[in-house]
């Protein structure tokens, strides 16, 4: 096997002498040796790397710009302190999130609150710890924050829908666009909400929203957002009066798991919404907002991969051959959510010739946990280590205890030393809680 071309493995993955997968001269068979399986592995300099890219890249396309990671995709302490090390901002969509941004001491300015129903309690908290802007989604939180904001005005961005569909593109005109997120375009909503904010003096109106979906391969629907975007700034500024300093454009930028994935760059994601941006603005004659992109997935999905131990082998002769491990639907929910694709590789057999197909199954009491329908590896045996890629992304984060499991430790590891970032779950961790 080699390392495949497209970055589907973290930027420091290595075959070493001993043909055992290596990640920040870390040897992966090693790491096993020492702290057992599952493991989530995340390399460090390919975070780092991923947060370098799309802030020059953004910034070389439109230098009046910030990134915010979207936490959703893996948040915990440690991305946090990279994150405010390497000067990206940071977007959160629940208390939970924000307590964790707070309790490492994240700059809370650079925190942008998101959500269709964020609870008076959620708000209330992200008011008191100074989250600096919320993103809000739709009327009734308007008017909750308002009853909320009495002393010190909030910063707030409207999250609008753009109608437009990752695959399909739904012509706003048509006003059939559905979603739960954001104010529709052109509707009485919008209006009452920009009427509202007119007259409040604690709402300080800062700017326009938009996320069109995840997991994207074409920059053109980046373009299609940020033109029905560019035209509402021009609505918000010439109509509503209403000034947009920042252009919120989402995330979105989708990656590769599969070794032929050829997934656009941040650079292409940059020059589609910078050019049309900077193009309406210009010929308006209105002032050029800051734009902001949130990625989630491009900045850790590659960055991280899954150990786990080969277990049981059963061959259904003529049909296929189940290889199970020690991990599944609960620390990887994507292939039974959304039929996500993912690719694998033996860490103990990374310079043996593929041999055979075979799928990987959970150990999950669902038929339905399985990981990879046809994955292509060396002959399989009981316990080899098997490799995961691009679970970086939505993978911790979405993970559960079903079946009662304990969740797994996830591990840093950076020149030739590993960290533990979060410990492997106890039994004792499972009732915790319980009385
Ligand atoms: C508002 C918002 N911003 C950013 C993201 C991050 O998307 P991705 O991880 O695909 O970059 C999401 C993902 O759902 C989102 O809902």
């Not at 915990?76 to 977007?91: C, H, V, W, Y």
């Not at 994601?269 to 997935?297: F, N, Q, W, Y």
């Amino acid at each position: 096997m080699e390392i495949p071309k497209n970055r589907l493995l973290p930027d420091t993955a290595e075959i070493n002498s001993l043909g055992h997968l290596e990640i920040g001269g870390v040897d992966t068979v090693e790491l096993v040796k020492k702290y057992g399986t599952p493991i989530y592995l995340y390399d460090e300099m390919t975070l780092r790397n991923r947060m370098r890219e799309f802030l020059s890249s953004l910034k070389e396309a439109y230098p009046k710009s910030k990134v915010l990671y979207a936490g959703k995709a893996f948040l915990i302490k440690k991305i946090t302190r990279i994150l405010a090390e390497e000067g990206l901002g940071l977007d959160v969509v629940s208390g939970g999130e924000i307590f964790i941004a707070k309790e490492s001491n994240f700059p809370m300015e650079n925190v942008y609150f998101h959500g269709n129903n964020k609870t008076i309690e959620e708000l209330k908290f992200a008011l008191e710890v100074g989250v600096g802007n919320i993103v809000v989604d739709n009327l009734d939180e308007l008017r909750l924050l308002t009853s909320l904001v009495k002393r010190r005005p909030v910063n707030i961005l409207l999250r609008l829908t753009p109608g437009v569909d990752p695959h399909t593109h739904s012509y706003i005109s048509t006003g059939k666009v559905d979603s739960k997120f954001g104010f529709q375009l052109n509707s009485k909503d919008l209006k009452t909400a920009i009427e509202l904010i007119k007259t409040d003096a604690f709402l300080n109106f800062k700017g326009l929203h938009c996320h069109i979906g995840s997991q994207i391969f074409d920059t053109k629907f980046f373009r299609m957002a940020a033109e029905i975007m560019a035209e509402q700034i021009v609505i918000f500024t010439k109509e509503w009066d209403l000034s947009v300093e920042e252009l919120d454009l989402g995330g979105g930028l989708g990656i590769a798991y599969k070794p032929d994935d050829d997934p656009p760059t941040p650079k292409e994601m940059a020059v589609s919404v910078a050019d049309p941006i900077g193009e309406v603005c210009s010929r308006e004659g209105i002032k050029h907002p800051t734009i902001i992109l949130e990625p989630g997935r491009y900045i850790v999905g590659n960055a991280g991969i899954t150990l786990y131990t080969v277990g049981t082998i059963k061959e259904i002769p003529g049909i296929r051959k189940y290889v199970s491990v020690d991990g599944g639907m609960a620390d990887n929910p994507r292939p039974m959510l959304y039929q996500a694709e993912y690719t694998a590789f033996l860490a103990n057999k990374m310079n043996k010739p593929k041999a055979e197909t075979v799928t990987i199954a959970g150990r999950f009491c669902e038929s339905g946990d399985i990981l990879i329908d046809k994955a292509s590896l060396p002959k399989v045996e009981n316990g080899d280590i098997l490799v995961i890629s691009a679970t970086g992304a939505y993978n911790y984060s979405m993970s559960s205890n079903y079946n009662m499991c304990p969740r797994p430790i996830v591990i840093g590891v950076n020149n030739g030393k590993e960290e533990v970032w979060v410990e492997r779950e106890k039994y004792i961790d499972l009732v915790r809680l319980q009385r």
